[in-house]
């Protein structure tokens, strides 16, 4: 049988005729009955970075510039089922587990996968949101693989275990069957993502600044050029828009379903949390920092958590600078 790294094939950035092909590099790896698409940008440190919700590889195409920033090469691995990455399965003596939990077990399995073939034995890794579980679950079974510091920002906090995340998420992971909130929330998802697919790009480009700060709307135009950014985004989306059923019903399963001990966690923690974030709250985030063993928790006042996903505050760059000492 063929080592892993025989099998990746290279996919033409510029096939979906994106004006970027030197930044973003797209690659499938054929491994054993797996099929995993991931995406690299940037040169010099290694760094997984592990997309927010409703995103895929593509998203590098948004973080290119930030990678020549930090001297970072970004690899990005798309999460099981997304696009026509292979869906999780149990494994055939691991039958018992929540379908969560080989989810995020196969997640980390396929991130492991893509570092082999590329031959990077160890790897910093950045979070946004939905990525916070599984960047948990991949520090926890292969701690060997990690350099420094996990760092994430506007961190997603599982709502069946804290009592200060929204209401609503609560409910839902608590009230409710999983399959059918996780089903429901993924076509509502989808069905606003289409949406705003089909919407003039000045429309997206407006939605997109409403929620944020005075000072995240200034450091925004300083970042990105607004046309720009939306056609990214829609170049993105061609790849998957909204959340999969099986990423839903991750970040709603209680952390120990998807076989997450917070106290086990050997490795320190890094996060940037907006104090105005409206979907984790502060006090959510301030309630994981005290379930890991080590983090540093920092809190950005009157940021947002677009604000944290765009990458607008001054911390979260702080926090990517320390990954290359």
Not at 88 to 104: G, N
């Amino acid at each position: 049988m063929s080592e892993p790294g025989e099998n990746i094939a290279p996919v033409l950035a510029d096939e979906e005729n994106n004006d970027y092909p030197e930044e973003v590099y797209m690659y499938t790896l054929q491994r054993r009955d797996r099929t995993i698409h991931f995406a690299v940008a940037g040169s010099g440190t290694p760094v997984l970075y592990l997309y927010p919700g409703g995103c895929n590889r593509r998203i590098l195409a948004l973080l290119h510039k930030m990678a020549r920033r930090h001297k970072i090469r970004f690899i990005c691995v798309n999460r099981p089922g997304r696009g026509t990455c292979s869906a999780s399965a149990p494994k055939e003596d691991d039958t018992k587990r929540s379908a969560a939990y080989h989810h995020v077990e196969t997640a980390a399995r396929d991130m492991v996968a893509v570092l082999d073939a590329l031959k990077i034995q160890k790897v910093g890794v950045f979070f946004h949101c939905a990525g916070t579980p599984f960047a948990l679950v991949f520090a926890s079974r292969f701690p060997e693989r990690i350099e420094g510091s996990l760092m994430g920002a506007g961190s997603w906090v599982q709502p069946a275990d804290c009592p200060d995340t929204k209401p609503l998420f609560r409910f839902g992971a608590t009230k409710t069957p999983l399959w059918l909130t996780s089903y429901l929330a993924s076509g509502i998802a989808s069905s606003v993502e289409f949406g705003m697919f089909h919407m003039p790009t000045q429309w997206m480009s407006t939605r997109f600044g409403k929620h944020l700060s005075k000072e995240e709307k200034q450091a925004f135009a300083d970042d990105y050029d607004a046309t720009d950014f939306v056609e990214k985004f829609k170049w993105m989306q061609k790849e998957g828009a909204g959340m999969t059923p099986a990423d839903l019903t991750t970040l709603l399963s209680p952390a120990s379903d998807i076989g997450l001990e917070y106290s086990q966690l050997t490795i320190e923690v890094k996060m940037v949390h907006a104090q105005n974030d409206k979907v984790t709250p502060a006090a959510a985030a301030e309630w994981m920092a005290k379930q890991l063993p080590a983090c540093d928790l920092t809190l950005v006042d009157d940021g947002t958590h677009e604000g944290s996903l765009f990458n607008l505050h001054d911390e979260i760059h702080q926090v990517l600078e320390a990954l290359t000492q």
